[in-house]
């Protein structure tokens, strides 16, 4: 019997992406659809490229709307989803993509937010370790950050494996559409192309936190991170290039062995073989990380380097991948690690 | 039982983009990938977008490599199919993705390749009348070019329908993967970003004779084309915007009504509705058709414009499509009609 | 003595852009910067290119503001021009980079814009035959429209020559700046990179009419004109192709005479050598224009294809151009033939 | 009276550059064009953007065509310029794009270069410490590499107050055209479109020893640097982002401070105001820099980003402002700070 999946916030991006992702899902049925400002638009207006879906008309998004679904995705503004959350039963699989239960310390969010925190729920992130333990059979999922997603990917088997000094230096290009669909001056199209910018510089980028506490649960110690991003002329797409300065003894051969333990039997994520590198055009649409990593033995650092599709892997794929476990099904099911390029 | 598929020229566009199709496809297995000048070399390393086929190692394109499958996609340079086809036997399928089997007047073949005429056969694209009908259990396919695909699709209907005068005005743009990956100076992303540019203008470019046999084959009559082809800067798609002088008595009713009726049952292609134009992101990496059709009565033409992925339904796509339907398949196996947007 | 300049309306691109120009301008000197909702604000956060103007803060668009100037460049929305210069003296030379002035049929003005006609100024495409006379002296200017700029200058020599039918069919591609700086969701980078997608079509477009109205003057008879914009994945920059039915007689060297001879002396329209054709890269920034055209004999068509930058030729070099020739200057000071490329 | 400039290298990016600028610079008169594989080519042909030269044809790169001219720019393969150099008088100034000439230490250059090292020139970065001195008079001048200079113009104030840590970590992002004209399958529009990827990590960048040599020099120690050089979807550009952890009694006061210091005087660089962030359309096609500084007081690190077009500031307009110095022009004659957005 299929899963039947409702979407709130499905005019947006990450929405979108969720969409075309549970099209392609043989398990899954495709329930409500919902939003605010859009309600009572055609779907083929707001997500021309889902035809499938192109005569459904949005939703408002209220309990009535949600209710009598197994899994509830919510794709909504940061600091909206506790509300919605709270009229869903225990029973009903929750997925939260935006940033409301990823924290772990209230201290954090009220930092980074601004807001009373709403909570922590399971971080879906299956490949850090005891990740799957706690998303099996749980009911409330809370997805990764995309800057989060591939940073942790790139940087974890380097902590794991205690090769690293606790200093992360991180700069991360990102594609527009990790900014969302509202429209802004700076995201227009006219300033975007041909154009590379940083934002956030110093600190200050919301994610920063829970790269901090990714990496810090992985190596047993507070790991510190500089985290730079910047925007790039591309409509998906996030490439993360991290280093740390490498502990006494590590080589070349050790750096690689634990990114080949690391990854052995990870669906998703492929370490290239040495001499390629990511790209993240071999990634687009799909749920695929390419990673790889080199020491650099003239300045003693490890420097790792992820690619992603930021709405994909880094978004609604990640969030997809988190139901599969929590629901008992097939990890890889309907999720492809296949990219559309060129 | 599955069908066993191999790949001449897996290492161009049209061959890794057939492959993209066949890794989702549930009916196929993949056979043997051949390459000339990339032969020995990992596809990992020529295609890295096709993760589940990374260790596979090209082979030089011969009939032994070739033999033994039943469907054998040709994605060579023009003029090479024919000597590799006449070493398969009749009972395989083989679809050839280049211009070699597209036209019937040998004479058309001559004056714009320049080399003898290899022939003509079964020609994919299913939506044309009586298409379908040729192409069930054919053992040979033609796979249209890319613009003619876009192009047929805008405005056969005009046609079918006796709307339209037999001279149609035609400028299309496309991304650059239609040019192929061989290294071009024109073809820099320093050269293409940033720029758009016409090419092949005044009658040349070799698509021509193809718009012309598929329109006059509709309309009863000869149909003559003008065709500028425009370089854009993308990777993919093509936006056809495609006119021509309406017939007395023609109404936008009447023009919507022929379209109406033309794509009522299409699988792949979306007559858009009134209002709503295509865009080729919207069909980004989809079998998908986006058409839409106006009539401008202060000039009395009908506009029709269409959007494709060149490399799908303009080359892969369509291939695989008409794999599908001679093969007794469900025409729609594999082949989706979800764009990866934005 | 230099020419003290002002322009309202200085935050958007037009308004940008022509301060870009002024800038390299050796006879004029910059005065009031004026916008409205932006008033206040300093230019180096509104316009970061124009580092010598960084510390330049914007005033309210009034009357006194703009006093005491040689010129007034007004780059304003549509229908708010004429409450403007109304204000300023007939001494002062006042540059309308808006519509507002640039039809000359009330009725054309009614039927698109919706709103009471303002008037008719001299318009400011010098290459226009007698245009040179009009603008000479004159101290009101309407700058024309980007795409009716590299439309008339593709076409009109074929029509100055009585070579072409009175039926043009224009398919034009834009980059997005032409659209302007105010956010809408279709023209965010996320939505705009990778794709081409029409919009106007039919017959809608607000360029249409001064179209008509350019060619029908050359023509000595009424030219009807099917126009179909497209929005192409670059922030500058216009690509149009151009065509219509030859007259008996016409050859493919009596078309190139006729265009060569109608830019023998133009200081900024280039007639490419045959073989070479137009792009939009090679005139980025720069006031120049690039023009080739094709005599297609198997459909009797004249190709006629020309590139501009919209921004300068297109809006803001056409503007300073003509003010050139209103003041008595040389007509190519301050403005550039050279693009940045690549 | 006019200097007389040569270009050798004509029908390249670097050599393209700089006839855009020369053709802008009011002292100078642009006599012979050489190429070598394009040499008795039409340069309209090879820069179509560079207008009044379209007619020009290049010679062979030799000393007889080299001779006569008060300034020759080389804008040559690695390893070529010795030999042309040897061949023009001392009293010649010779320009080298190229990285012949820019090391110091002859290990360095047989390290990553591999050839026999033919010297060291002084180096044409005049904001460096004492360089404008070594630039006065010289007859010899070795243009910078272009992401040297954006690294060294946006970290050497933090080394020249001694406020950094001797280890420097960089990620930065560069348009294509840095990669030359040559045409290679990764520099394919479609590759690069919808992509960022790295290149030669690890400390295997050529460059890498050129930001070492400057910024340990002005550091007074040696400096350690990781840099990792990615390739960005754009055609001009370079955006580096860097850094280095803070000495103790580091503020972000005193790191402003340091920077203002610094860039008070400089023409072409532009600290911004604080909260306002470098992006490289802001400065596509002048030879402005924008730099900002941020410390991280969270990880104790300074964060200096820079932003320039690497074509203009990071090649061509490099070796004309230290033309000018050599020449005891003013600095900036003939090079804008303008840049042509959007």
């Known amino acids: 019997m299929a899963v039947r999946a409702a979407v709130a916030g499905a005019s947006g991006y990450a929405g979108g992406e969720v969409l075309r992702l549970l099209l392609a899902h043989p398990e899954v049925e495709i329930g409500a659809l919902t939003g605010n400002s859009n309600a009572g638009q055609r779907l083929g207006a707001l997500q021309p490229h889902l035809l499938p879906l192109a005569d459904r008309v949005l939703a408002e998004t209220t309990a009535e709307a949600l209710a009598g679904h197994d899994v509830v995705f ?25 940033a409301d239960f990823r924290l772990r310390d209230p201290a954090d969010w009220v930092r980074f937010y601004g807001s009373e925190h709403a909570g922590t729920w399971p971080y879906g992130l299956p490949e850090l370790p005891g990740a799957r333990a706690r998303l099996a059979g749980s009911r409330r999922i809370a997805v990764p950050g995309c800057y989060p997603t591939a940073v942790s990917l790139a940087l974890f088997p380097a902590y794991a494996a205690q090769l690293a000094e606790p200093e992360a230096v991180i700069v991360a290009a990102s594609g ?17 192309m041909g154009s590379m910018s940083p934002y ?12 901090i506490q990714n990496l810090s649960e992985v190596a047993g110690r507070r790991v510190a991170v500089s985290f730079t991003p910047t925007l790039a002329p591309m409509s998906r797409g996030i490439l993360a290039t991290c280093s740390a ?3 006494a003894g590590v080589t070349a051969d050790s750096v690689r062995a634990a990114y080949e333990k690391a990854y052995a039997d990870e669906p998703y994520v492929r370490l290239l073989p040495e001499g390629q590198w990511p790209a993240t055009a071999a990634v687009h649409g799909s749920n695929a990380v390419q990673v790889q990593v080199a ?25 997809v991948q988190s139901m599969n476990i929590a629901l008992g099904l097939d990890e890889t099911t309907g999720l492809s690690t296949i990219g559309v390029a060129p």
């Open 74 to 98: 919510l794709a909504l503004p940061h600091g909206q989803s506790a509300a919605v959350a709270e009229q869903l039963g225990p029973d009903v699989l929750v997925i939260d993509m935006g």
């Open 245 to 247: 300065a490498a502990l």
């Open 295 to 319: 020491y650099d033995e003239s300045v003693g650092r490890i420097i790792a380097i992820s690619a992603i599709d930021n709405l994909t892997k880094g978004t609604a794929g990640g969030a």
């Open 176 to 192: 527009t559409s990790g900014a969302g669909k509202a429209p802004k001056p700076h995201l227009l199209g006219s300033e975007v």
């Open 200 to 211: 956030g510089v110093g600190g200050g980028h919301r994610h920063t936190p829970e790269m």
